[in-house]
């Protein structure tokens, strides 16, 4: 009979945890939350902290407490794109691979459950349940992928502009009940046009169309808030 992972004693660092139910923590018994919580530690990072460099031989994995994490693919000429953006409570790592082929950095201040990796695999062996979960994030960033290469593909300026505005309320406070009306972006002008493929210019242009639309209001350069949610799925193409 499964434990009633509510009523069972678990690390007091799992139960305050926002993300422990989203996350792949949620697929562990308490007893394997128990011997995982005994090796796991908290982290919190500034923007522009590597968390994963490509082809370097991993040790270890985390979970996204909050905050966004910007995944980059580098060119031998030294090229750089954006290739995903990760929220709480997504898994960070390459399970079941000695490297990844992606660098991770922090877009923005980023809070971390970090676990080793032979904690990881040992506890893939021990339950089903976490592999499946494991699968099913693997399963939904290809899908994301699938879904970002149609609006790279086939969307204008305006409607990609207006998409990763959508992407962000939707993802970058996923506690929050729907979308977030009022968020942060946590990305450069710069990366924002490498990651959908535009011109910085552009990028500005675009956010200023929606502005001056009323569809959103911008303070500083980079607090969002999405007046009219509707008009701005309309601008997405959506």
């Not at 290809?142 to 939707?170: C, H, N, P, Y």
């Not at 929050?176 to 959908?196: Q, V, Y």
Request: glycine share 8%; proline share 4%.
């Amino acid at each position: 009979m499964r434990t009633d992972i509510h009523n069972s004693e678990i690390p007091v660092l799992c139960l305050a945890c926002k993300a422990r139910h989203g996350g792949i923590c949620g697929a562990l018994e308490p007893d394997q939350l128990l011997r995982l919580g005994r090796q796991t530690g908290r982290r919190e990072v500034a923007p522009g902290t590597e968390l994963i460099a490509a082809g370097v031989q991993i040790d270890g994995y985390a979970n996204i407490l909050s905050g966004v994490v910007k995944l980059t693919k580098l060119l031998p000429d030294g090229r750089q794109q954006i290739v995903g953006l990760q929220f709480a409570p997504d898994f960070l790592g390459r399970p079941f691979a000695e490297s990844s082929d992606v660098s991770a950095e922090a877009a923005s201040t980023v809070r971390l459950c970090l676990f080793p990796r032979s904690a990881l695999e040992e506890m893939v062996r021990q339950s089903p349940g976490l592999e499946h979960r494991l699968h099913e994030q693997a399963l939904r960033e290809l899908d994301d992928a699938r879904e970002w290469m149609m609006i790279l593909g086939q969307k204008t300026a305006a409607e990609k502009v207006a998409s990763f505005l959508l992407l962000l309320g939707r993802h970058v406070d996923p506690y929050a009940a729907g979308f977030s009306g009022t968020f942060e972006i946590p990305l450069r002008r710069a990366d924002i046009a490498d990651f959908l493929g535009l011109t910085i210019e552009t990028v500005s242009r675009q956010l200023s169309h929606l502005r001056k639309a009323g569809i959103i209001m911008i303070q500083k350069n980079r607090s969002v808030t999405v007046c009219d949610i509707s008009a701005l799925e309309l601008a997405s193409g959506a």
